[in-house]
């Protein structure tokens, strides 16, 4: 038996024990009063008052429930602890070891479902969230509400109490609740609420495999409290079922063969990437198609979906692109009426087209699998010429083998002289961005492109990954990303709050790996819940967070002056209710005050150099490291 069964079942000894003590001594304590009296005792010692009868029991409905997450190979529930799942919460660290899961204490649901989307996004599959009734539920929605969006799948089991007469008076009433994943069910793919332990156990599979097929997204599962905490009646034999992930969605043959025939016939065909690669397969199956045709590349940035330094990779020149292509293919494109129409917001709203006319439009996408009709995610509706509802990634194989049986001599030729010309034009845009990143390189506060370029020379060498912030897109312009590891995308929902416990999650995955990981962090999104900078310096999680410090909200300056100039009132008063100033934030006294190695705040370039030597050395010996610098607003 494992040294944990053991110590397990000698607690539960002991509670034995220590309830007939307490009835010997309340009947020793009854006797001696009795005595004291003179009056005679009762011939028989009174009944326990059952408020006062303490039981207990080694089969626990949770500790089966924690063998079937145990099955699932879940390697952490990330969790902010909560009565209404004490039951699951007590029998993964004491039944299960807290191993495979362990728990990862946090300070807020929606950090929990973060760091579960940004582990998801570098581990490939989901890790599990624990979240606490009516309360704990509304705490992740955001985070769960971005996950949907980004199409990352999120396992979170969701504690409650169904059961009127069994709920204790009180709190357990306000965090009970008739239908409890209600409030999400709208950006969510599948929730279910077991009332049997072989329930549970179906539907835990059933969740599973509904979240990693493709569109993958959040699912909730409803873990009634009673159905935790019941013993399991003896001689009952509970099972797990088998799991088998579906396999991913591909194209119609006929369609394959149709997109095949009109990039290969395109003269000036335009690729656009968003969310691909789901794994390292996406990206490589991108640079095969982009090299058979000798096509132009715009990554889009959901996932790492194209190397950056590939002379193919054209994202700087989306414009110029767009507007000469004579046939666009979107591959998990998130948005597709918005990569090829232009908007102005202005007082009256209008828009056009910037394609010429004639282009051909083709789409590859699971999101055309499944479409909710309440939040608006799917963006507006894009009129294209060939739709294909199925997952990029899987079908990318197929179409590349149709693209590569259609192209002979006289194409080959003609993609190669399309290739030179490519390689040319990015060579020289690559130049200016060399020359746009020297603006303002001595100013201080510090410009984000002297900032991403300071970074670079002390990771370059080492296993690193960007596990979130864009710092302006400077990072993706001037560093060289090849793995699929090295960025994640953003949060899906543009929820403000995503960026830190992301990364944390990210780097989480990344740990057992032994990756050096990055993030730009967002003054304002740290602040909607800084408690996760506890949780990485805690569970030792080595994240090198690099303060992106602008000290506002500065995208909602920019819309205060855009309103201010509109309404014809001026911009001074822009910063009110928009800055974070008076006072400035520490950073790096905050990051310090939960267990972090943090330097700043930094206005001056010339210190940064040392600042992120120090850090990353820090976290190559597996501590969390934080340095605040203040930087120019983009």
């Given at each position: 038996m494992p040294e944990s069964?053991?110590?397990?079942?000698?607690?539960?000894?002991?509670?034995?024990?220590?309830?007939?003590?307490?009835?010997?001594?309340?009947?020793s304590a009854q006797e001696?009063?009795?005595?004291?009296?003179?009056?005679?005792?009762?011939?028989?010692?009174?009944?326990?008052?059952?408020?006062?009868?303490?039981?207990?029991?080694?089969?626990?409905?949770?500790?089966?429930?924690?063998?079937?997450?145990?099955?699932?190979g879940l390697e952490y529930i990330c969790s902010n602890p909560g009565s209404s799942f004490r039951g699951l919460h007590e029998s993964v660290v004491n039944y299960g070891g807290n191993k495979n899961p362990e728990f990862i204490t946090c300070c807020h649901e929606e950090s929990s479902v973060a760091m579960a989307h940004g582990y998801a996004k570098i581990e490939g599959k989901p890790l599990g969230v624990f979240a606490h009734g009516t309360v704990g539920l509304q705490h992740a929605a955001m985070a769960i509400y971005n996950a949907f969006c980004d199409r990352v799948p999120v396992y979170l089991i969701l504690g409650n109490t169904l059961d009127a007469e069994m709920r204790r008076p009180g709190a357990e009433w306000y965090h009970s609740v008739q239908d409890a994943a209600a409030m999400v069910r709208d950006y969510v793919k599948w929730d279910d609420t077991p009332i049997s332990l072989p329930h549970f156990a179906e539907s835990a599979m059933r969740a599973y495999k509904i979240a990693m097929t493709p569109?993958?997204?959040?699912?909730?599962?409803?873990?009634?409290?009673?159905?935790?905490?019941?013993?399991?009646?003896?001689?009952?034999?509970?099972?797990?079922?088998?799991?088998?992930?579906?396999?991913?969605?591909?194209?119609?043959?006929?369609?394959?063969?149709?997109?095949?025939?009109?990039?290969?016939?395109?003269?000036?065909?335009?690729?656009?990437?968003?969310?691909?690669?789901?794994?390292?397969?996406?990206?490589?199956?991108?640079?095969?198609?982009?090299?058979?045709?000798?096509?132009?590349?715009?990554?889009?940035?959901?996932?790492?979906?194209?190397p950056t330094r590939h002379p193919l990779n054209h994202s700087d020149r989306r414009g110029a692109l767009i507007t000469s292509a004579d046939l666009i293919l979107g591959l998990e494109l998130g948005d597709f009426w918005g990569a090829v129409n232009s908007m102005r917001d202005q007082l009256h709203r209008t828009w056009r087209p910037i394609t010429k006319q004639g282009v051909k439009l083709i789409s590859i996408t699971a999101a055309d699998l499944y479409t909710r009709s309440n939040y608006q995610d799917f963006q507006r509706f894009p009129e294209v010429d060939l739709a294909i509802a199925a997952d990029a990634e899987a079908t990318l194989p197929?179409?590349?083998?149709?693209?590569?049986?259609?192209?002979?001599?006289?194409?080959?030729?003609?993609?190669?002289?399309?290739?030179?010309?490519?390689?040319?034009?990015?060579?020289?845009?690559?130049?200016?961005?060399?020359?746009?990143?020297?603006?303002?390189?001595?100013?201080?506060?510090?410009?984000?492109?002297?900032?991403?370029?300071?970074?670079?020379?002390?990771?370059?060498?080492?296993?690193?990954?960007?596990?979130?912030?864009?710092?302006?897109?400077?990072?993706?312009?001037?560093?060289?990303?090849?793995?699929?590891?090295?960025h994640i995308g953003g949060s899906g929902g543009v929820g403000v709050g995503y960026g830190s416990p992301a990364a944390v999650g990210a780097a989480l995955a990344n740990r057992k790996y032994g990756?050096?990981?990055?993030?730009?962090?967002?003054?304002?999104?740290?602040?909607?819940?800084?408690?996760?900078?506890?949780?990485?310096?805690?569970?030792?999680?080595?994240l090198l967070n690099i303060m992106f410090n602008n000290r506002a909200y500065h995208q909602e300056v920019m819309h205060l002056q855009r309103m201010s100039s509109r309404h014809n009132r001026g911009i001074t008063t822009a910063y009110i209710g928009t800055t974070?100033?008076?006072?400035?934030?520490?950073?790096?006294?905050?990051?310090?005050?939960?267990?972090?190695?943090?330097?700043?705040?930094?206005t001056d370039p010339k210190d940064l150099a040392p600042a992120i030597r120090r850090s990353v050395e820090l976290v190559l010996r597996g501590e969390p490291a934080l340095i605040d610098v203040v930087t120019q607003p983009r």
């Open positions: 069964e053991k110590l397990s079942v000698d607690r539960r000894n002991f509670l034995r024990m220590a309830a007939t003590g307490a009835a010997a001594l309340v009947t001696g009063r009795a005595e004291k009296s003179g009056s005679p005792g009762p011939e028989t010692p009174p009944e326990m008052p059952k408020d006062v009868e303490i039981l207990t029991t080694d089969r626990p409905g949770s500790d089966f429930m924690v063998d079937v997450l145990k099955s699932l569109p993958m997204l959040p699912v909730v599962l409803v873990a009634d409290s009673e159905l935790q905490e019941r013993p399991i009646p003896e001689g009952v034999r509970l099972r797990i079922p088998k799991l088998v992930l579906a396999a991913p969605p591909q194209g119609d043959s006929g369609a394959v063969a149709e997109a095949a025939r009109l990039l290969v016939a395109a003269e000036n065909p335009v690729l656009i990437a968003d969310r691909v690669a789901r794994t390292p397969a996406g990206m490589k199956y991108l640079v095969e198609l982009a090299e058979a045709l000798q096509a132009p590349v715009i990554d889009e940035g959901g996932r790492m979906n194209f197929s179409l590349i083998e149709a693209v590569k049986r259609l192209i002979n001599a006289d194409r080959k030729r003609a993609f190669q002289d399309r290739g030179t010309k490519l390689a040319a034009a990015r060579q020289q845009s690559m130049e200016r961005t060399r020359t746009e990143a020297t603006y303002g390189w001595d100013a201080g506060p510090v410009s984000t492109a002297r900032l991403a370029a300071e970074v670079w020379p002390h990771i370059k060498d080492k296993d690193w990954s960007l596990v979130s912030g864009t710092l302006s897109g400077w990072p993706r312009r001037l560093w060289i990303f090849d793995k699929h590891y090295q990756r050096l990981s990055v993030n730009f962090q967002n003054d304002g999104d740290l602040m909607y819940a800084p408690g996760v900078l506890w949780t990485a310096a805690h569970h030792r999680v080595p974070i100033e008076d006072p400035n934030i520490d950073y790096a006294k905050l990051a310090q005050s939960m267990g972090w190695h943090a330097e700043g705040p930094i």
